[in-house]
T-cell receptor
Framework: GQQLNQSPQSMFIQEGEDVSMNCTSS?????WLWYKQDPGEGPVLLIALYKAGELTSNGRLTAQFGITRKDSFLNISASIPSDVGIYFCAGRGTYKYIFGTGTRLKVLA | EAGVVQSPRYKIIEKKQPVAFWCNPISGHNTLYWYLQNLGQGPELLIR????????DSQLPKDRFSAERLKGVDSTLKIQPAELGDSAVYLC?????????????FGPGTRLTVL
């Protein structure tokens, strides 16, 4: 099935560093969601974005809805070991959400 | 507030056997989704319900998969007969369905292994 392109696919970072990842689409979306998934668990909603250009924060996480409506960005500041996991974006056009391929984050203490 | 509940969490069956998954959404959520997640990939939509109506089942392999949401609350996803390629995690999600503010909240998933 169709999946959005997420970049990077995976990354190792040092504890305390900032992290940036993005999600791109060839289609325009009306909503972007960002999720984190731990092994053996379902995705947990982190941030929801509803307007082009919108910038929303949730603690150390900040996400932005791209102006073109074809991309979104997630930043994590001052990473900690529990930030380890897979981060998924999901974009909604008319009715259906399409998920990204995921960014695997590993934090080195 | 209780989250989305799914059962069983794990299921191992032999190919050609039937299997069923159950989902109880967050109380008050009108929208319910079933997703398939293969290893290393993002979830892919199988079917979406608005109350008891299946409004998008275009990705559901209807020759072997079926779903129902009686009374617009709990939902069951069935596979009959299961094939080796059906091994995956089956995720249920629900959302409030408020126009334009349509977050999805996921359950823990059911990990299916077909031998």
């Amino acid at each position: 099935g169709q999946q959005l392109n997420q970049s990077p696919q995976s990354m190792f970072i040092q504890e305390g560093e900032d992290v940036s990842m993005n999600c791109t689409s060839s289609s325009i979306f009306n909503t972007w969601l960002w999720y984190k998934q731990d092994p053996g668990e379902g995705p947990v909603l982190l941030i929801a974005l509803y307007k082009a250009g919108e910038l929303t924060s949730n603690g150390r996480l900040t996400a932005q809805f791209g102006i073109t409506r074809k991309d979104s960005f997630l930043n994590i500041s001052a990473s900690i070991p529990s930030d380890v996991g897979i981060y998924f974006c999901a974009g909604r056009g008319t009715y259906k959400y399409i998920f990204g391929t995921g960014t695997r984050l590993k934090v080195l203490a | 507030e209780a989250g989305v509940v799914q059962s069983p969490r794990y299921k191992i069956i032999e190919k050609k056997q039937p299997v069923a998954f159950w989902c109880n959404p967050i109380s008050g959520h009108n929208t319910l989704y079933w997703y398939l997640q293969n290893l290393g990939q993002g979830p892919e939509l199988l079917i979406r319900y608005e109350n008891e109506e299946a409004v998008d089942d275009s990705q559901l392999p209807k020759d072997r998969f079926s779903a129902e949401r009686l009374k617009g609350v709990d939902s069951t996803l069935k596979i009959q007969p299961a094939e080796l390629g059906d091994s995956a995690v089956y995720l249920c999600a629900s959302g409030p369905g408020r126009g334009g503010m349509d977050e999805q909240f996921f359950g823990p998933g059911t990990r299916l292994t077909v031998l």
